[in-house]
């Protein structure tokens, strides 16, 4: 997997010095390799994301197949297209689907039944969970939670309550789906 993420993040300077100009790290994407484009994009289209960017590439293209000259891809595709997803919040992530035609590239995992180490979990943010939930259940997604009410400290401390579920999206990448309550 190639990934990373959009958002802001203070560095902090260690305990006890001198606190330097405030600098900001800004992580661009998270990136899944996906086995097939249009189910993925299925998938998170139901949950409300939209197309930021479309591009496909192939070996006689000049920039050619993307990523092909720098990432380690298990097998010589001749195409490539990567789509970039977002949410309504600009502050917040973008998520991007990359797809090789062929070979097809062999899943790196060796357990699709649960998650470890390597593996990655997506949150996604809906306005509607249960609407969210019927969409996807109408495609047949295997969900590991449906969605449940939860309550968990925040990052100040306070209370976070809302309702949360866990699906698996076409190629088994775990993406759990909340719905904070409003305060």
Do not use: C
Request: hydrophobic share 40%; charged share 20%.
């Amino acid at each position: 997997m190639f990934v990373a993420a959009i958002g802001m993040v203070a560095l902090a300077p260690p305990i006890g010095a001198q606190s330097p100009p405030a600098r900001t790290v800004t992580l661009q994407r998270t990136t899944l390799i996906v086995a097939d484009i249009e189910k993925s994009l299925d998938f998170y289209q139901r949950l409300g994301l939209l197309k930021a960017s479309d591009i496909s590439g192939t070996d006689t293209d000049q920039g050619g197949v993307f990523g092909a000259t720098d990432l380690p891809l298990t097998a010589d595709s001749r195409q490539s297209r990567l789509v970039v997803l977002k949410g309504g919040d600009d502050r917040a992530g973008v998520l991007a689907l990359l797809w090789y035609d062929r070979p097809q590239l062999p899943s790196a995992r060796g357990n699709l039944v649960g998650i470890g180490i390597g593996d990655i979990l997506v949150g996604i943010e809906v306005p509607d969970i249960q609407a969210a939930y019927g969409r996807l259940s109408q495609s047949g997604t295997r969900f590991q939670r449906t969605p449940a009410r939860f309550s968990q400290p925040g990052a100040d401390g306070s209370p976070q309550t809302g309702q949360h579920m866990l699906a698996y999206d076409p190629d088994g990448h775990m993406v759990e789906i909340s719905q904070m309550d409003r305060r």
